[in-house]
């Protein structure tokens, strides 16, 4: 089964910065990976699919980029409604399609 | 506006069963694959089962294989998920979800449903 670790576990930036999130799998999941956004008491949302293809209706501030095993979500410029926990996905090797355990973006 | 909305989650003891629907609208059902993934409190995300758009295929997780099952009512527009023999590892919320644009990705998500197996 392929593992995916995200880091770092918990990011703390301010409203208007940059956050950059990671991802890496433990073999290759060529660019069959997505992102997940998670607010506290919600569903997830998708936001990234493909790697680096937005999901319908995600704002452009939102950009994915990576392939094989290291990936990268980056947010350019924090909106308030942008503090939650997000979630990788692979699904080359699917099923099952595997999370990585999240990283927490918090002020 | 595409909507899911799950239901039939509760308290059940360890062992008991319970069955969950999900009932979608605002697209057209038929035409999609659906999954369960779940979330137990305070943890990750872990999928658990997958259906094709006219029940042709389908996957379990080995968590659950054997004690759950799968299945989808394409003219009621419904999603179900039969759990038998529950575990206490089974306490989650319960989210059902369309197959998203590439296969294996998710999109939309319910509000989710939560099950507590305890005694």
């Known amino acids: 089964e392929i593992v995916l670790t995200q880091s770092p576990a918990t990011l703390s930036v301010s409203p208007g910065e940059r956050a950059t999130l990671s991802c890496r799998a433990s073999?290759?999941?060529?660019?069959?990976l997505a992102w997940y956004q998670q607010k506290p008491g919600q569903a997830p949302r998708l936001l990234i699919y493909g790697a680096s293809t937005r999901a319908t209706g995600i704002p452009a501030r939102f950009s994915g980029s990576g392939s094989g095993t290291e990936f990268t979500l980056t947010i350019s410029s924090l909106q308030s409604e942008d503090f939650a926990v997000y979630y990788c996905?692979?699904?080359?090797?699917?099923?099952?399609?595997?999370f990585g355990p999240g990283t927490k973006v918090d002020i | 506006e595409v909507q899911l909305v799950e239901s039939g989650g509760g308290l059940v003891k360890p062992g008991g069963s319970l069955r969950l629907s999900c009932a979608a609208s605002g697209f057209t059902f038929s035409t999609y694959s659906m999954n369960w993934v779940r979330q137990a409190p305070g943890k990750g995300l872990e999928w658990v089962s997958y259906i094709s758009s006219s029940s042709s295929y389908i996957h379990y997780a080995d968590s659950v294989k054997g004690r759950f099952t799968i299945s989808r009512d394409n003219a009621k527009k419904s999603l179900y998920l039969q759990m038998n023999s529950l575990r206490a590892e089974d306490t989650a919320v319960y989210y059902c979800?369309?197959?998203?644009?590439?296969?294996?990705?998710?999109?939309?998500w319910g509000q989710g449903t939560l099950v507590t197996v305890s005694s």
């Open positions: 996905q692979q699904y080359n090797n699917w099923p099952p399609g595997t």
């Open positions: 979800a369309r197959g998203g644009p590439h296969y294996g990705s998710f999109d939309p």
């Open positions: 073999q290759t999941v060529s660019s069959n």
